[in-house]
């Protein structure tokens, strides 16, 4: 194996263990509390998992993009809502890592990062936006002597209570378009949150994302010099949906798997016996594997056209990779239900080994989380005009 | 370069919050309010005026940025004066 290979490795094993020893243990009752998942996220802290991609000149492992989309998956077929927070953290850092654009003081963040394994929460959604993330309303506004300030109201911030950094888009000054938008690095510091929710939702309880007024003081040195728009095109859109796309799969491929244990446990009580829902757990696998085939398809897009930047923008590829976040969010609560029906009422329960509400209920945010239909009407006019799709 | 033509097309589809005579060439046309929704139609009658077809590694953002990118890209695609 490669050395490349090898720290891949070293790290899947690691989550493996996070996921299996404390995930799977606490994930009920971080649904049933809607409580931020601790007891992972510092599972993950003591395995360096949050630096994870960081590269290895700034003392990160280095480890690619593929493998934290798998540690995605894993962590997603324990639990959803601590995957998720760990996704929307490593989206952050791939965020940071991939347009550093010879910043000293980004390239010190990035070794605080390792050695602190700092938690970096999103502030990217905003009220008065109509849900469109390459629209701000909030202004950063200098404040004389290299520094900023600004105040964003946020509909909802995911774990931002936890959080040790906040990654805030801003329009670039107070007299920008909402178009023209920068990103942020806030620390948790220099940021005061004041909630403006509550969080009691169907499902990814355990992400703790009620809403704030953001309110921070920040150095210039603290804006990412790339303009938001190249920065959302070229990384964060295509990492959040190739992250969040592993987690619905990791999700449905454990409603499956429930369904598969309901399956084997009836077949083992009458020997020789046909168990009638086995036939549904078929049609649940040809449908597990479109998701399946689906994700894995994209991951493989992105692992060619990683580098390639002009690619990346190509509206092509963001047809792409906006259909992997359409498909994958439509046809994981698809399987989840499909599972729900072949445990019947043993997995509607809440407290079965077959248990499948909180797979339906967590698949369930997938589109709602930067909403479908925003994006169907994206690929809608992307379509009008790409050649390829 | 077409891009008194440009500019038309630019006038009529890519809904501007200014008026595009008041944009030099390399102004950025997205942070003259120029949506990407507005982009795609700004594309389609490009297509349709100059009877050409952008290659998808043409379509994106940076090429539609300006009417400079535009009349660069017409004009890699063979586009003559209009």
């Not at chain 1, 790290?11 to 995930?23: K, Q, S, W």
């Not at chain 1, 009620?210 to 003081?217: F, I, K, L, T």
């Not at chain 1, 009580?269 to 829902?277: F, T």
């Amino acid at each position: 194996m490669t050395v490349a290979a090898d720290r891949d490795a070293a790290f899947l094993a690691g989550i493996g263990e996070v996921a299996d020893a404390i995930a799977a243990v606490h994930a009920d009752d971080v649904d049933r509390n809607a409580r931020f998942p601790v007891e992972t996220i510092d599972a993950l802290r003591e395995q360096r998992a949050l630096s994870a991609l960081v590269p290895a000149e700034y003392g990160g492992d280095a480890v690619s993009l593929s493998a934290v989309a798998q540690a995605c998956f894993v962590l997603g077929r324990r639990c959803g809502a601590s995957a998720m927070v760990f996704a929307m953290h490593q989206i952050q850092v791939a965020t940071i890592a991939r347009h550093l654009d010879g910043s000293a003081w980004f390239e010190d963040y990035l070794r605080e990062l390792v050695s602190d394994q700092r938690l970096i929460a999103s502030v990217t959604s905003e009220a008065g936006t109509g849900g469109d993330m390459s629209r701000s309303v909030a202004a950063l506004t200098p404040a004389g002597d290299g520094r900023a300030t600004f105040e964003k109201q946020a509909p909802t911030v995911s774990y931002g209570a936890y959080a040790d950094d906040l990654l805030v888009t801003l329009r670039a000054h107070p007299d920008a378009g909402g178009g023209e938008q920068v990103a942020v690095l806030a620390r948790a510091g220099e940021t005061t949150l004041e909630q403006t929710g509550t969080w009691d939702p169907l499902g990814m309880r355990g992400t703790c994302s009620p809403g704030y007024v953001v309110r921070a003081e920040v150095a210039t040195d603290q804006v990412m010099t790339a303009p938001f728009s190249s920065i959302a095109t070229q990384s964060m859109v295509p990492v959040s949906h190739l992250l969040w796309a592993h987690i619905w799969l990791g999700i449905a491929t454990d409603a499956f798997d429930r369904a598969r244990a309901f399956i084997r446990a009836a077949a083992r009580r009458a020997p020789g016996e046909p168990v009638p829902a086995a036939v549904r757990l078929s049609h649940v696998m040809t449908q597990l594997s479109l998701l399946r085939a689906e994700v894995r398809s994209a991951m493989d897009e992105w692992v060619e056209a990683e580098a390639d930047r002009e690619r990346l923008s190509t509206m092509a590829f963001a047809l792409h990779v906006n259909n992997l976040k359409l498909a994958a969010s439509e046809q994981a609560p698809r399987v989840c239900q499909q599972a729900m029906g072949v445990c019947g009422i043993v997995g509607f329960k809440n407290d079965t080994p077959y248990s499948i509400g909180r797979h339906l209920r967590d698949s369930m945010s997938a589109s709602l989380m930067v909403a479908n239909e925003r994006i169907h009407q994206t690929n809608a006019g992307l379509l009008l005009i790409a050649k390829e799709v | 370069m077409p891009s008194a033509a440009v500019r038309d097309i630019v006038k009529e589809h890519g809904r501007l919050a200014v008026d595009v005579e008041s944009l030099s060439d390399d102004d950025s046309l997205y942070e003259a309010g120029m949506t990407s929704h507005a982009s795609v139609n700004v594309m389609l009658a490009l297509e349709d005026a100059f009877d050409v077809e952008f290659p998808d590694e043409m379509l994106k953002r940076s090429v539609f940025e300006s009417v400079a990118s535009i009349s660069s890209a017409l004009a890699q695609l063979d586009v003559k004066a209009a």
